[in-house]
């Protein structure tokens, strides 16, 4: 298990389950284009993470114009496309253009669904809901935290049930791989919590987190593992989303020195995060306590 999230965790949106679902099926030329673009737009992303932002742009404009539109069947298309509008969303979202950043970030999230429509596979889902995350992202970075917490709160939901939580073009979906499938559930679940824990930490009104931490704990009997990742996830789940004491503390201990060989990358630092917002509560109660 841990395996394969590892092999996810390492792909760009996961560009090898996507390479080997809808790429190697097709001609050499087509597997060249595809990669080509790959490459290039991932270079532009890679330019942004470092700040070098002309290179970013000037590398985005030159793949752009390697896009065909003649002689390409239309479900091929929309997969090159898709190499682009995440990647340049990201550009969007990093120079304060929000409002060009949701919009190819929503066009993402349509370009996939007809690419599931085309195709009959539901590997696209994924990349939808690591799409609707980056909706939540820039929920959080213009404020609306109350609408980033819903969504994503809504994502688990989906991600833990397979039910239809009222999302726009997010389905029941099934693998024939139920291993793949389960490292890609994990992989999503344990990106949006850290991501949502560590965004709310930050504000000042705690409020927000406890809110997230409690939605988790409400749904968790309704995630019922089948896998050994999952088996830890759940376990990893329940520990955060638990009141803090020193208990807990001792229990978050046990976990990972129980699971530190097999645990998802970043597991530890949240814990520690969790550990800390409970040392803060606690001496914050017992300064009120004493002073009154």
């Known amino acids: 298990m841990q395996k394969n999230i590892s092999s996810i965790l390492n792909d760009d949106l996961f560009t090898g389950i996507y390479t080997r679902e809808f790429i190697n099926k097709r001609s050499l030329d087509d597997a060249a284009l595809y990669n080509s673009l790959e490459n290039t737009f991932f270079e532009a992303f890679s330019f942004v993470k470092e700040d070098k932002i002309e290179e970013s742009v000037s590398q985005f404009e030159y793949g752009e114009k390697l896009f065909p539109m003649e002689n390409k069947d239309e479900t091929f298309k929309l997969i090159l496309k898709d190499t682009l509008y995440p990647k340049k969303a990201y550009l969007y979202y990093k120079t304060g253009n929000i409002k060009l950043a949701a919009y190819l970030t929503l066009k993402s999230i349509v370009t996939n669904q007809k690419i599931k429509e085309q195709t009959k596979v539901d590997l696209p889902v994924f990349v939808q809901i690591q799409q609707y995350q980056n909706i939540s992202r820039i929920c959080f970075r213009t404020n609306y935290f109350s609408e980033g917490i819903v969504l994503n709160s809504k994502l688990l939901l989906f991600l833990m049930t397979k039910k239809n939580v009222g999302i726009r073009y997010l389905s029941e979906f099934a693998f024939d791989d139920k291993i793949e499938e389960a490292a890609l559930k994990c992989t999503m679940i344990y990106q949006i919590v850290f991501d949502t824990v560590k965004i709310l930490y ?91």
């Open 202 to 292: 930050k504000l000042k009104n705690k409020r927000y987190l406890h809110s997230f931490l409690d939605f988790i704990s409400n749904i968790l009997p309704q995630f019922v593992p089948v896998s050994d990742g999952e088996f830890i996830l759940k376990e990893f789940l329940e520990l955060i989303s638990k009141p803090g004491s020193e208990a807990q503390s001792e229990e978050m201990d046990h976990f990972i020195e129980k699971n530190n060989e097999v645990l998802f990358p970043g597991t530890i630092s949240i814990l520690t995060l969790i550990k800390k917002i409970y040392e803060n509560e606690k001496v914050v109660s017992e300064i009120k306590d004493f002073e009154s």
